[in-house]
């Protein structure tokens, strides 16, 4: 009896030192492979272990985890292009007015002709009201992406605000010769938010579709809180479109900026728990807002 024993015994102490041996052996394995993709550029998964179910887990986790430090490399990658894109472009869009506004001082103070300083008044004025937007809108993205704290709310009502936003952009649509048909529901639609975000939100809208419109305007506010702005825009398509909210893109066809003011948008709009998106169909660029209860 104890002679059997003895062999059921080593028999069990042979099968787990096996077991000890093949599991170290998978965790070498599991280790190397993970150094190696630590390493490399590949989207590569570490290869899974068929036996031992626990060593699988920890596989599962760890190429979970690996997948997850690409997507964050790739994303700080892109703002690293993006930011790197945004300072050559701002660079530029400085260096221009600036450049012109020298000139111009420059003949400013050699003529005494009455007609040519008023001309180059007008043309100092117009280059530096280009750098005043430039500065606002950095200036509004930096402060709105670094808040680290609660703004006052209040019951708004988004027709009001909304309409206030378009009396006060008028100017700007009647130079555009803009006239916007604007569509507004019965009720008002209440929304608990920060009044100045929410205006902000709505002026940039407008100024977007100021900056890529042909001409014409609509402006529609449904029950649901959504807030759609369409014109027609023959200087975008539909990849254009897409990239509308991405931080620092610019459209060469349109004004001079730095390419934050849907970013702005978006970024308020998610912070009320909404979204924004841009369509682009049969030549109409479509921004819609969702701002929900």
């Known amino acids: 009896m104890w002679v059997a024993v003895s062999i059921v015994l080593a028999v069990l102490c042979a099968a787990l030192a096996l077991k000890i041996l093949l599991m170290k052996r998978a965790t070498r394995q599991i280790a190397e492979e993970f150094t190696a993709r630590m390493h490399d550029e590949s989207d590569a998964s570490i290869g899974s272990p068929d036996r031992d179910a626990d060593l699988r887990r920890l596989v599962d986790v760890l190429n979970r985890e690996l997948h997850a430090m690409r997507a964050t490399e790739r994303a700080c990658g892109k703002s690293v292009t993006d930011l790197n894109r945004a300072v050559a472009n701002l660079s530029h869009d400085l260096r221009t007015p600036l450049t012109a506004i020298g000139g111009y001082l420059t003949l400013l103070s050699e003529t005494d002709d009455p007609a040519e300083r008023e001309q180059y008044l007008k043309v100092l004025g117009e280059r530096t009201e280009v750098m005043r937007r430039l500065a606002e809108e950095l200036l509004q993205y930096s402060v709105i992406v670094s808040k680290d704290r609660e703004e006052e709310t209040e019951e708004l009502s988004l027709n009001t605000v909304l309409a206030e936003s378009l009396a006060g952009a008028y100017p700007m649509l009647s130079e555009r010769g803009i006239t916007p048909e604007i569509s507004l529901p019965a009720e008002h639609v209440m929304r608990r938010a920060n009044r100045t975000e929410i205006s902000r939100m709505f002026a940039n809208l407008i100024t977007n579709a100021v900056r890529y419109s042909d001409g014409d305007l609509s402006v529609a ?73």
Do not use: C
């Open 221 to 293: 506010l449904a029950a649901n809180g959504d807030v759609t702005f369409e014109n027609a825009a023959s200087g975008l398509d539909p990849v254009l479109a897409g990239q509308l909210f991405d931080r620092f893109f610019t459209v060469e066809t349109g004004t001079r900026g730095v390419g934050l003011g849907l970013s702005i948008v978006r970024t308020l709009a998610e912070r009320m728990g909404g979204s924004a998106e841009a369509k682009y169909v049969d030549g109409r660029l479509a921004v819609t807002v969702h701002l929900p209860e």
